[in-house]
């Protein structure tokens, strides 16, 4: 993973884990309706870039630790990188 480090800062190097409970593709394509940019956008859109955002923030984990095999499956299926249920 990259990470930011200050050379300067005294920083024990530590992983880190993100924990995955909302699933925010699904959010993202049922609620595309809820404001006008959105219903310009579409669904298929806000789902789209769900899914890019994860992918980028679970880049930068050591480890993503997920609720159930089906969802970890998805995430590595969409592109999301060192995933384990926890």
Avoid at 7 to 29: D, F, N, T
Avoid at 59 to 80: F, R, Y
Wanted: hydrophobic fraction near 40%.
């Amino acid at each position: 993973p990259v990470r930011h480090r200050d050379p300067e800062l005294e920083v024990p190097e530590r992983p880190l884990v993100l924990s995955y409970h909302i699933h925010l593709p699904v959010y993202a394509w049922n609620y595309a309706n809820s404001s006008d940019w959105m219903r310009t956008m579409g669904p298929d859109f806000c789902e789209w870039r769900s899914w890019k955002v994860l992918r980028m923030l679970h880049s930068m984990a050591d480890l993503a630790l997920v609720t159930t095999p089906q969802i970890a499956a998805e995430l590595t299926a969409k592109g999301v990188e060192r995933v384990a249920t926890g």
